[in-house]
């Protein structure tokens, strides 16, 4: 009865999505990295970009990480994008997208549910998806207060998920539980009223809908304080590329320092634009101090900085913190136009 009346909800409720209207690996795969993380009104966007650019995966293959990073700006999770280069790559060397769930998984950057997503949706494998919607719609529905983030609970759920797939109709199945999660069994303030599981629920029944799904232990979020200075002399700003290791790797930065070792030695006074700028990732709460600076000649500068045209900046993938700072730029008037 589960996934009848699923199906049923489905057929009349569910989202038109491009990449539904195919069963295409390499478009199904794309909107499935894409979406990790993303709302789909802002995904969307970015997966009609990429395959307008890169409309295959030996495309995608052939394409430099700084141009995938640049066309991913914005995002967020910058590792997918890398891993999603990666991924193309290998598929290009095979020759042709594998076609199970078990092969799917060899590839980097593709874990269970992503594998699951594809071998469903383009190759009709009966296997199930599980991601936080999925999570939330079973745990409720049938009671499960095994915590989602355990080893345990993954396994669980899983078993669960491909117990209650109906043979033949994966992609469907899949696809309306991805939708119930995300737009009736929501995070916050559920349309229980409007569900057609209702009397079958759990969580409703028991008052349990602002309990379930169980999460262990909160995450804590540090703190970490850091100082941009946007460097500008004579029309062009001084960049360098983010090493790997530390967050937003690979992507390109000014002069960057902790907010107690401002340097002296840069050639003119440093002008401070905004001050405890915050800036929230997943394990970290980022707080930034920004400032400008223009000497008359180029100061002296550690290895890897490039002097860029400042008309030239949009060039150059950037995390959203350093688009802030440009943005600060802007609205002090110090600059000959930050796109």
């Known amino acids: 009865m589960f996934a009848s009346t699923l199906l049923h909800w489905f057929s009349q409720n569910g989202r038109d999505l491009p990449w539904r209207h195919t069963r295409d690996p390499y478009a199904i795969w794309l909107s499935e990295v894409i979406l990790q993380q993303t709302r789909i009104s802002q995904g969307l966007d970015y997966w009609s970009r990429f395959v307008l650019r890169w409309p295959n995966?030996?495309?995608?293959?052939?394409?430099?990480?700084?141009?995938?990073?640049?066309?991913w700006q914005g995002l967020g999770y910058y590792t997918r994008a890398r891993n999603l280069l990666k991924t193309a790559k290998e598929v290009s060397r095979l020759g042709h997208f594998p076609c199970t769930y078990e092969s799917l998984l060899k590839l980097k950057g593709i874990g269970p549910y992503?594998?699951?997503?594809?071998?469903?949706?383009?190759?009709?494998?009966?296997?199930?998806?599980v991601d936080g919607n999925v999570y939330r719609v079973l745990a409720r529905h049938f009671g499960v207060s095994t915590p989602i983030n355990s080893?345990?609970?993954?396994?669980?759920?899983r078993l669960l998920a491909?117990?209650?797939?109906p043979k033949g109709r994966s992609a469907m199945f899949n696809q309306a539980m991805m939708d119930f999660g995300a737009t009736l069994c929501t995070p916050q303030s559920p349309r229980c009223n409007d569900c057609p599981l209702a009397e079958t629920c759990f969580a409703l029944r028991e008052d349990k809908v602002g309990v379930l799904p169980v999460k262990e232990r909160k995450l804590v979020v540090k703190e970490r304080l850091m100082a941009y200075i946007?460097?500008?002399?004579?029309?062009?700003?001084?960049l360098h590329r983010r090493s790997e290791g530390d967050i937003w790797q690979g992507l390109w930065e000014p002069y960057l320092c902790p907010p107690e070792e401002l340097p002296q030695d840069l050639g003119a006074p440093l002008h401070l634009l905004q001050r405890g700028v915050r800036h929230?990732?997943?394990?970290?709460?980022?707080?930034?101090?920004?400032?400008?600076?223009?000497?008359?000649?180029?100061?002296?500068?550690?290895?890897?900085?490039?002097?860029?045209?400042?008309?030239?900046?949009?060039?150059?993938a950037k995390p959203r913190l350093v688009e802030k700072l440009f943005e600060a730029v802007n609205q002090s008037g110090q600059t000959r136009g930050i796109q």
């Open 57 to 71: 995966v030996e495309a995608l293959a052939g394409a430099t990480e700084d141009e995938v990073l640049r066309e």
């Open 114 to 129: 992503t594998a699951a997503a594809i071998a469903s949706m383009a190759f009709d494998e009966d296997v199930a998806v």
């Open 151 to 157: 080893t345990e609970g993954a396994k669980e759920f």
């Open 162 to 165: 491909n117990r209650l797939l």
């Open 230 to 238: 946007y460097i500008r002399c004579h029309g062009k700003v001084a």
């Open 280 to 316: 929230q990732l997943t394990h970290r709460l980022v707080v930034c101090d920004f400032f400008l600076c223009l000497p008359d000649s180029a100061p002296k500068l550690p290895d890897g900085f490039l002097w860029v045209d400042e008309e030239a900046l949009d060039d150059y």
